[in-house]
């Protein structure tokens, strides 16, 4: 499959805290907007060690939002609760923590599946990265061992969160985050969106948009980087190479 279907609905944040505010609050009208009346969200807390705290941080926020939150991590039947579910977020903190925790409980087909019928899906950074092919963007230590990097395909393409812009003052030596996506496409093929932070995708109705405060820097294999002007459609990238599984 070399495009995306009209159906998938995501919203893919950059980060959940902007400096200055706080958790989600920087994207608040957008979460009201994408999930509108639905009013049931299943939370996917498996990115963070402490699941209670972190699934009674996103439930109180949630609930101010006027929606219902449940972690997945209280119900005793997960797919039941993904079935149910009006619509799906999945939390930020370790990447490979996350991705691990999805297999273990098998998740990953489950929320491809409910995706794929149109159940919308937020992620914020690693729960961003998790939509895409794979988690090979990460900055995260590898704290722990998925059985795979492949991560839920639900996007054929890479996303970067936390985007940092090289500073030429820094007396910094190690790899900056450009040159960390520059060694990933000298082995891979899928796109890489650096998303700064205040910025998110939108997947709706086959057109992704970029949204958010900042401008996204979008890289190529072979090509040199460009910007990307928040509120640009660039749905070009729903077209990539990798491919989407439904």
């Not at 450009?178 to 709706?204: A, D, H, K, M, P």
């Amino acid at each position: 499959m070399t495009g995306i279907d009209s159906v998938r609905r995501l919203l893919l944040i950059s980060n959940s805290t902007l400096h200055g505010s706080g958790y989600l609050d920087h994207v608040e009208g957008e979460i009201k907007d994408f999930l509108g009346k639905l009013s049931r969200t299943v939370f996917i807390p498996f990115a963070v060690y402490d699941r209670r705290a972190y699934a009674d941080k996103a439930q109180e926020r949630f609930r101010k939002m006027g929606f219902e939150l449940r972690s997945i991590h209280d119900v005793s039947n997960m797919q039941r609760a993904l079935e149910e579910a009006d619509a799906i977020f999945v939390g930020g903190g370790n990447t490979f923590r996350l991705l691990k925790g999805l297999y273990d409980c098998y998740l990953i087909a489950a929320i491809r599946e409910r995706v794929a019928a149109g159940t919308p899906y937020i992620g914020s950074s690693a729960g961003s990265i998790v939509a895409c092919p794979s988690l090979k963007t990460t900055k995260d230590m590898p704290v722990v061992q998925p059985p795979s990097f492949e991560a839920l395909r639900l996007v054929p393409f890479q996303i970067s969160p936390h985007y940092l812009d090289p500073d030429p003052a820094s007396t910094h030596m190690g790899e900056t985050q450009e040159e960390r996506i520059t060694q990933f496409l000298e082995e891979n093929s899928e796109t890489v969106v650096g998303l700064r932070e205040g910025s998110l995708l939108r997947v709706q109705d086959g057109i992704a948009t970029l949204k958010g405060q900042n401008t996204a820097r979008i890289f190529r294999r072979d090509e040199e980087p460009v910007e990307v002007a928040a509120g640009s459609g660039i749905t070009e990238l729903l077209r990539g190479c990798a491919g989407v599984t439904a």
